[in-house]
């Protein structure tokens, strides 16, 4: 019983601090991004890293953790923010970052681009990310 | 060069590129390098009375009485190929029925992008004119809320495309965003009796997280003919102005434009439009009111012969002779489908008021437009 009651605690626990997490290859030489930065970034309205390197933008086929992290950044609704890339795209002014299938091949792609950013769930963090910028998961 | 010499041009282009650098290589680097992405819009359009409307081509339409129509109906492709880091290629068309009710395509942009940095880009080769935000995607339905577009076919004074150069430069700020774009070239004219010469534009938008403003200054200078060849003026010009705005307000999305001409040969453009929208999740009414004017006037033609010069002291003698107003009053809704459909229905009430021909007289033209359409991007 003890056990069990532990285990939902630590559940409880690790709910209460879910995040998303912006990350880079663990050996950039980005050690943090404002939400701004990040903001500029994501929504294609840079491409440039603070050094002047070309960002390269990738994110994970997740709807549910991309409507949030859009929601984040840019309070756009996901229906706004199709709008805002389509606008972007056919003009030929900007494009959405380019998305995986699944984590592995992200991870995969990031271990080849020393300058990609994406985000995750900070669970779903490995050894070759390094966090930059965390968002706490709203409710 | 017709559109159909450039669509081969850009085919053959792309072919011998993809051919030279072997396809079939490896697939995972063409993922890379090439980027295909699509829109269609599928409209069913019903009037109770003949009526002119803008239609999502870059061709005036005319319903007649009592006519349900999927001619409005468009698809386009356009394919993005990155050459090397910094250095690609882009190519947007669109098929659409034309005025005889012939499927027709058009290719919209065809250039070369550059990017140096410092968020710059450069841009050569064929655009569409960037005086408003609607002009460059009339095509594209998805990308705006409303059934139909608020641009007419005569787009920027009738200048729909331009070839030269574009340079845009992207400014974050600390909590918004500046974009400036440049343009210079020569533009095309929509009536083959005006010879564009040059296009000079210049956009600015300002972004914030629930607002953008974006404004445009347009001059072109340009040749006109009578039909029969002969030069009525040979430094025609015209100047343009426009600004839109979208502003979110508490749960309401407002949307507001104008632009105005001023052109040395009639007509002047103006529009001016107010839109406001009450999303509720995937479901967005709105309520759209706008209107469009041409101003005319009659010029009394040189003598000939043919090859004559313009007549000494500029162009001949001109006289207002009448607008031709458009206005349109809309209710509709949008209905996203996940997250690249969406279904639209729009009422619109049409008023025109054409004196535009003071042999004809005065004629007053009204009907209903129902419009229901499937649209979406891929």
Redesign the interface.
């Known amino acids: 019983m003890k056990r069990l009651i532990l285990l939902l605690l630590l559940c409880h626990v690790s709910l209460l601090h879910a995040e998303i997490a912006v990350v880079v290859p663990a050996d950039s030489p980005i050690d943090s991004l404002s939400k701004q930065e990040v903001s500029n970034l994501f929504l294609s309205k840079t491409n440039r890293l603070a050094d002047g390197k070309k960002a390269i933008l990738i994110e994970v086929r997740d709807n549910r953790l991309r409507d949030t992290f859009y929601r984040l950044i840019s309070n756009k609704t996901p229906t706004q923010l199709k709008s805002y890339w389509t606008t972007l795209i056919f003009t030929g002014k900007g494009k959405p970052p380019r998305s995986f299938p699944g984590k592995q091949e992200m991870i995969e792609y990031m271990k080849r681009h020393a300058t990609t950013i994406s985000y995750l769930e900070s669970s779903e963090i490995t050894p070759e990310m390094k966090i930059v910028l965390r968002f706490p998961m709203p409710d | 060069m017709g559109y159909k010499s450039y669509i081969k041009i850009a085919l053959y282009f792309l072919l011998s590129v993809l051919i030279s650098t072997n396809l079939s290589a490896n697939e995972n680097r063409w993922q890379?390098l090439l980027?295909i992405?699509g829109?269609y819009t599928l409209d069913l359009t019903y009037a109770d009375d003949a009526i002119p409307i803008i239609s999502n081509g870059n061709i005036p339409r005319v319903l007649d009485a009592e006519e349900s129509t999927f001619k409005n109906s468009v698809f386009?492709l356009?394919v993005?190929l990155e050459i090397f880091?910094?250095l690609s290629a882009?190519l947007?068309g669109s098929v659409f029925y034309d005025e005889q009710n012939e499927s027709d395509e058009s290719l919209d942009?065809a250039?070369l992008?550059y990017?140096p940095?410092?968020?710059y880009?450069i841009?050569i080769g064929k655009f569409l004119v960037?005086f408003l935000?609607g002009t460059?995607?009339k095509s594209?339905g998805?990308?705006r809320?409303w059934a139909r577009p608020l641009v007419p076919g005569s787009g920027a004074g009738g200048f729909i495309e331009t070839r030269g150069l574009e340079l845009?430069k992207?400014i974050?700020l600390?909590?918004s965003?500046l974009?400036l774009q440049f343009s210079l070239g020569e533009p095309e004219h929509q009536r083959w009796t005006v010879d564009g010469q040059r296009l000079g534009l210049v956009a600015v938008k300002y972004e914030r997280?629930?607002f953008w403003l974006r404004a445009a200054l347009l001059r072109a200078d340009y040749e006109v003919f009578t039909p029969l060849g002969q030069v009525i003026d040979d430094k025609a010009r015209v100047n343009m102005f426009s600004i839109e705005t979208e502003i979110r307000f508490y749960d309401f999305v407002v949307n507001a434009g104008l632009s105005d001409s001023d052109a040395d040969f009639s007509p002047d453009d103006k529009l001016s439009y107010l839109s406001v929208a009450y999303?509720i999740g995937?479901f967005?009414p709105y309520i759209l009111a706008a209107r469009t004017s041409r101003q005319f006037e009659a010029f009394t033609p040189p003598p000939p012969p043919v090859s004559a010069p313009p007549p000494p002291g500029g162009r001949p003698p001109s006289q207002r002779v009448g607008d031709n107003d458009h206005e349109t009053l809309a209710i509709g809704f949008r209905y996203?489908l996940g997250?690249?459909h969406a279904i639209k229905a729009q009422i619109e009430r049409i008023d025109i008021v054409d004196e535009s021909d003071p042999r004809r007289g005065r004629v007053d033209s009204e009907a209903n437009v129902f419009t229901i359409l499937l649209e979406g991007?891929f």
């Open positions: 890379e980027t992405n829109f386009g356009q993005e880091s910094g882009f947007q942009w250039y992008r990017d940095g410092n968020n880009d841009r960037p935000q460059e995607l594209v998805y990308s809320l845009i992207r974050p600390e909590d965003f974009s997280s629930d999303p995937r967005t996203d997250g690249t991007i």
